[in-house]
């Protein structure tokens, strides 16, 4: 079963503390991807892993890092969490960077407070 | 930059009716176009997309979108929708060379009443 799995779901933090996004995939996708979703702007790119150790900006990327130490898990990091960063994050992944179907898991609902 | 529009954030429908729902964008090329589907709680899922060729396509479950260059538009369209089609609608762009870099619009919600 092709799947992208976000842990956790649903995770609360205060500000100033380190949040740790897990992303896992099973489909050996070399192309993985993080989006963050908020009312009314839709989903926009915060990075994008065209392998392992080979990430690259997307368009909001301030604030945030991402590690890629295997081809099936990618994680998002923030250091000294932010209120304006309460949202959810998408994990996706993709075979490669080209014509191919993008997946996404569920979602990470994260809050600081 | 490109950019894309869902012009309305909630659409209600009666079951058995006729959809539209609108998308715009702005792409000085050719983009690639696409319409994805979140249930609740859930991820985004892939409904169809456009890359070249005929401008009408086909995708799951009886969607069909046409891709107007003149109109810069990407309307998504079904003939008789069902309850379960209640969802939020993404419409996304990305730039030829670089495939799934996706810009979203904000989204339709829509809601199919019985």
């Known amino acids: 079963d092709m799947k992208v799995t976000q842990m956790p779901r649903y995770l609360i933090k205060r500000m100033g503390e380190n949040v740790l996004l897990e992303c896992g995939q099973d489909?050996?996708?070399?192309?993985m991807y993080w989006y963050r979703q908020d009312p009314g702007l839709g989903l926009q790119l915060i990075y994008i892993?065209?392998?392992?150790?080979?990430?690259s900006e997307g368009d909001i990327p301030k604030g945030y890092r991402v590690s890629r130490k295997k081809r099936e898990h990618f994680s998002l990091i923030l250091d000294s969490a932010k209120t304006n960063q309460t949202s959810v994050y998408f994990c996706?992944?993709?075979?490669?960077?080209?014509?191919?179907?993008?997946?996404f898991g569920k979602g990470t609902r994260l809050t600081v407070v | 930059a490109q950019s894309v529009t869902q012009p309305d954030a909630r659409v209600t429908v009666s079951e058995g009716a006729s959809l539209q729902l609108r998308c715009k964008y702005s792409?000085?090329?050719?983009?690639?176009l696409f319409w994805y589907v979140q249930y609740p709680r859930q991820g985004l899922q892939l409904l169809l997309k456009?890359?070249?060729?005929?401008?009408v396509v086909q995708g799951v479950n009886g969607f069909e979108a046409e891709f107007s260059k003149s109109n810069s538009s990407f309307h998504l369209r079904k003939a008789s929708v069902h309850w379960s089609d209640s969802a939020v609608y993404f419409c996304?762009?990305?730039?030829?060379?670089?495939?799934?870099?996706?810009?979203f619009g904000a989204g339709t919600r829509l809601a199919v009443c019985p």
């Open positions: 996706a992944s993709s075979l490669y960077e080209g014509r191919t179907e993008v997946f």
């Open positions: 792409y000085s090329g050719t983009p690639y």
């Open positions: 489909m050996s996708h070399e192309t």
């Open positions: 892993s065209y392998d392992v150790d080979s990430n």
């Open positions: 996304a762009l990305s730039e030829s060379g670089s495939f799934n870099k996706l810009t």
């Open positions: 456009y890359y070249s060729g005929d401008p």
